[in-house]
């Protein structure tokens, strides 16, 4: 299915949405198309002919609430990482298996 950009009313980029959630938001008057699909594709009805949009922009701001970053902690560590080490890319249950040269580790990649 055709993804159709949609931005705010500012033009800044919110996300894609399918082409009929696009077409709806164009036909209540929610959104204008700002550019159309380069293939010259139209949509048409018993009433109405629409150009398929490629790009719309919303009539209204919406205001998109701030997100905190997410706090680096242990566990949240594992996950990104998908408990693989980040220096050999084994399997890793702590983020500390890695032993320092200090410590006794081995000077190898």
Known sequence: MRQVLLLNATYEPLTTLSLHRAVVLVLREKADVVHR?????????????LEVPSVIRLRRYVRIPYRSRIPLTRAALMRRDD??????????ETIDHVIPRSRGGTHTW
């Open 37 to 49: 699909d380069g293939r010259g594709a139209v949509l048409r009805s018993a009433s109405r002919t």
């Open 83 to 92: 408990y693989r080490c980040a220096y050999c890319g084994q399997k890793a």
